[in-house]
């Protein structure tokens, strides 16, 4: 197939521009992975658009020729979706990094998919607006990934989603035609919702350019509570007790004991695995005791300081009946960046310490304790080091398998019978095998475990519909469908 691309590059040079085509091997290599680091697929072009009319005249080319794209965004991933499996071409979404239009009167933000998420943030918090959503990668991954993987993050248990947010997108179909999905209004009952078909696609579908979001105003005030338990399962009390209560918080995040052991040993291995500029990790993990098994943090959010105080309060009462080792309040900007920062290492302390593999479960978040249970007999089973952490407040935990020293078939053989025990866990408990990093090519074994047969096939035939030539995304979401 690699000569049936590269002799079209003449071609996509005529429409883009030489620099915006690239073929060295050298190039080619940047944008074979993505977080998935045990994972690549080397394309044999990467080309750089600006624009949805040259998306269109892009993927007419491929369509009519029947030739393979990605689409890419900032390749910040872990379940391989920006991978190009088949080789073919890879659409690199950089250049698309406009933010269209802020309307104050219609609370509603318009942007390319290109832009960095942190970036749009930044723009609507000059006037007094937010879009909630908060994945870890904000400083560095993009708007069309987060749409395409059905991204959250840690604010998610009271706003929501990014699909939350979304009220209208720009398509790029796979045969090169543009349409928009529905209506820039909050209320739509008018036939299939397309736009919602699109979220979570990874690219399958269509290639999303544009989106209208929907944004709020922007908390004045907000305040965190940590606290510290020796037992898992008063832990997990606590969690559903907050709720219980009539607590609403804007955060409720978890870390196991073995979270906190992997950044303590990462430290001491690797001096560059903290920000210069933060704490120290030995000065961090002084701060939880050694008979510590689990960190919660809970916020609160909101336009008066002294009713979140009322709450912080309320979840330090309840925390008492559950055997509570420690109770940290932090109100001020600085605080609150102290008591984050152990949540906040975890992802790059792993990352840079071993290859892991990523799974990311969704499910009842009464359920959170025999998830963690399982996991950790799971580890066990097959020789794995394993840590978990995440969203508790909304059943959505970070699972991750560490590598360590494994050669590379063992690891791919023990990996993979983890990973299908942990699907077949949280399927039993009714959850879901991804939550919100999207199922790419990593997570394609464990569809057949939670979907139907007739399930699948309804996604099949969608796919079929959309791109009959299969050329956008292969190898992705749906495990049996091939060229």
Known sequence: MGNSVLKY????VSLLGERYVLSESEQLEGYAQDETRDLGYLPELVLKPKNSAEISQVLTVCHREGLTVTPRGGGSGVSGGAQPVEGGI???MERLNSI????????????ETGVITQEVNEQLMQYGLWLPPDPGSAAFCQIGGNLSEMAAGPKSVKYGAFKDYVLNLQVVLPDGRITWTGANVRKLACGYNLT?????SEGTLGIITRVVFKVVPLPKEEILVRLAFSSLQNACDMICKVFEAGLTPSE????????????SAAKKEASNAI???SKSASEVVKEVSDNTEVLLWIGFDGANRDLLLEDAETAADLAQAYGVLEVLVAQEPAQKRRLWEYRHLIGKTIMEATIFRDIDLSFPRSALRDIVVGTKQVGEKYGLR???FGHCGDGNIHIQLLRDELEDAKWDELSTLAVTELYELTTAHGGAISGEH???CVATLGMSLMFSEVQLELMQGIKTLFDPKNILNPGKIIPDLSR
């Open 9 to 12: 590059k003449d071609v996509f």
């Open 90 to 92: 890879v659409l690199c």
């Open 100 to 111: 269209c239009d802020i309307n104050q009167s219609n609370m509603t933000v318009t942007v």
């Open 196 to 200: 919602q078909l699109m979220l979570g």
């Open 252 to 263: 409720l995040e978890f870390i196991d004991r073995d979270s906190i052991d992997a950044v």
């Open 275 to 277: 920000d210069a500029n």
């Open 386 to 388: 394993t840590v978990c």
């Open 438 to 440: 999207g199922i790419g």
